[in-house]
């Protein structure tokens, strides 16, 4: 069974920046493509960044030029790289791995902005 354990949600003050990982329990390679989404109190869930296998990334909007995904094959782990956070920033980020028509979630990690 896929299990996604995402890590490095923090209470943090606007402007600074966090680092989420993602530590996939089986090859990250093997998934079509890997990505972070958000939840945020009251609202749906909601795209933050994805990686394809080949390596194509693709952001939400709110994402370009704060935001960076990136992997490391080794460690079978996803990173999120989040700068110059915002209070609406404010959410539960989930981990997702989509394998054919198979969706994958980690339990989510909650990232707070706050002064």
């Known amino acids: 069974q896929v299990q996604l354990v995402e890590s490095g949600g923090d209470l943090v003050q606007p402007g600074e920046s966090l680092r989420l990982s993602c530590a996939a329990s089986?090859?990250?390679?093997?998934?079509?493509?890997m990505g972070w989404y958000r939840q945020a109190p009251g609202e749906e869930r909601e795209l933050v960044a994805t990686?394809?296998?080949?390596?194509?990334?693709n952001y939400a909007d709110f994402a370009k030029d704060r935001f960076t995904i990136s992997r490391d094959g080794p460690s079978n782990t996803v990173y999120l790289q989040m700068g110059s956070l915002k209070p609406e920033d404010t959410a539960v980020y989930y981990c997702n791995g989509r394998r054919l028509s198979n969706y994958y979630w980690g339990q989510g990690t909650q990232v707070t902005v706050s002064s």
């Open positions: 990686i394809t296998v080949g390596g194509t990334t």
């Open positions: 089986e090859n990250i390679f093997d998934f079509n493509a």
